[in-house]
């Protein structure tokens, strides 16, 4: 609010009733800046390490962590704590990217985890095979490498950018580029200033979810506006931070007129942008709304590429693709290195 843009409106709940997010998620002590983290993940398939946080300013009818990030819950972790926790999982990482590859959308190109290496000793049916077994790790989400990616998820406050910058320049400090710094986020934060502010930080790396691309759909699904999210890629891109974009399907909400519209917006900015379709499934408020079919991703699909983006990925396969005849079908359909498995 205090640089002229509309604040988020959201509230979430607290065990001392209900209340800002950024007031719910950030608390000072002894002069420290800390953070509400519901858990710390080696992810699948992202095959970085993700802190997963609570408390977002926004409150999206179709988000599949509402249970954490529309309620306050976790455990409170200053700058040091994070820099300690990357520290320890740097011991375990096992692939080094460039930094144009510091995006969840790369990680498909090297594992389709499916664990056939370490179980049977042989690549599976869909393995890009450019691992080694020795690389892939078994974590609570499944099998994968461990790439020196460190991303902050879940619940988003980027919109209050202390603990961020505090966080970005200790890591930097610490260990310079042997970690990138990559944020999964909405963009309702990432105002001029603020985005200036992280990337001095040492921010490397943003994953845009963009949701959806006309106002009133966007209000409806999320709760507020999108209107600077949209010049979001353009400014990004301006500043040398790694852009890739998401665009989730949502049956009779988010098709094909908004991906025409977002594919318009992205292959003026950049036709090489790492894209990422997402089929919807159902989830909190939209459990009512029915997954897209395969015939309706495979036609976002073709929307994206027909305007000229050149890098365009099918990612949670598994709502569309009950099996594996599916699955090659798919990948007969659009090629190998366009389904993210
Ligand atoms: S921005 Fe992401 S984490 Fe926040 S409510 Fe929406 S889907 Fe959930
Ligand atoms: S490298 Fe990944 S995709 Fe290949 S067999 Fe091992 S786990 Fe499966």
């Known amino acids: 609010m205090t ?36 858990d710390i993940v080696l992810s699948r398939p992202e095959d970085y390490l993700s802190i997963y946080q609570s408390c977002c300013n926004h409150r999206c009818a ?48 090297l594992c389709a985890h499916c664990g056939w290496c370490k179980i049977y000793g042989e690549p599976g049916p869909f393995c890009p095979r450019k691992l080694d077994p020795g690389k892939i790790l078994l974590s609570p989400q499944g099998w994968g490498p461990a790439r020196n990616i460190v991303s902050f998820t879940g619940g988003d406050l980027l919109c209050r950018p202390r603990f961020y910058v505090e966080t970005f320049r200790a890591i930097k400090r610490e260990y310079g580029d042997e970690v990138w710094i990559h944020v999964e986020t909405n963009g309702y934060g990432l105002t001029d200033k603020n985005l200036e502010l992280l990337y001095e930080a040492g921010l490397d790396s943003v994953w845009l979810d963009m949701k959806a691309f006309s106002e009133d759909i ?10 600077w999210i949209l010049d979001l890629p353009a400014k990004i891109r301006d ?60 036609q976002a699909y073709r929307v994206l590429k027909s305007y000229g983006l050149k890098n365009v990925k099918i990612g949670n396969v598994s709502v569309v693709c009950r099996d594996v005849e599916c699955v090659k079908k798919l990948i007969e359909e659009v090629g190998r290195e366009s389904v993210a498995l």
């Not at 529309?70 to 926790?85: C, H, K, L």
């Not at 966007?218 to 209107?227: A, I, P, Q, S, V």
């Not at 998401?246 to 025409?260: G, H």
């Open 3 to 38: 640089q002229g843009y509309e604040p988020c409106g959201n509230v979430v709940s607290t065990p001392y009733g209900y209340d800002r997010p950024c007031r719910a998620g950030f608390k000072v002590v002894n002069g420290e800046i800390h953070r509400l983290i519901y």
């Open 218 to 227: 966007y209000r409806m699904l999320c709760g507020t506006t999108n209107r």
């Open 62 to 109: 179709m988000c599949h962590s509402w249970y954490f990030t529309q309620q306050a819950v976790g455990t409170w972790m200053s700058p040091r704590d994070i820099v300690e926790e990357v520290g320890k999982y740097l011991e375990i990482v096992t692939v080094r990217e460039p930094r144009d590859r510091a995006t969840m959308w790369h990680a498909s190109d």
């Open 239 to 298: 500043l040398g931070i790694v852009l890739e974009v998401v665009l989730l399907y949502i049956p009779s909400l988010v098709e094909l007129d908004e991906f025409r519209k977002f594919a318009e917006l992205l292959v003026n900015v950049d036709p090489y942008i790492p894209t990422m379709i997402l089929a919807f499934f159902p989830e909190y408020m939209l459990r009512h709304v029915r997954e897209p079919t395969y015939e309706e991703i495979v």
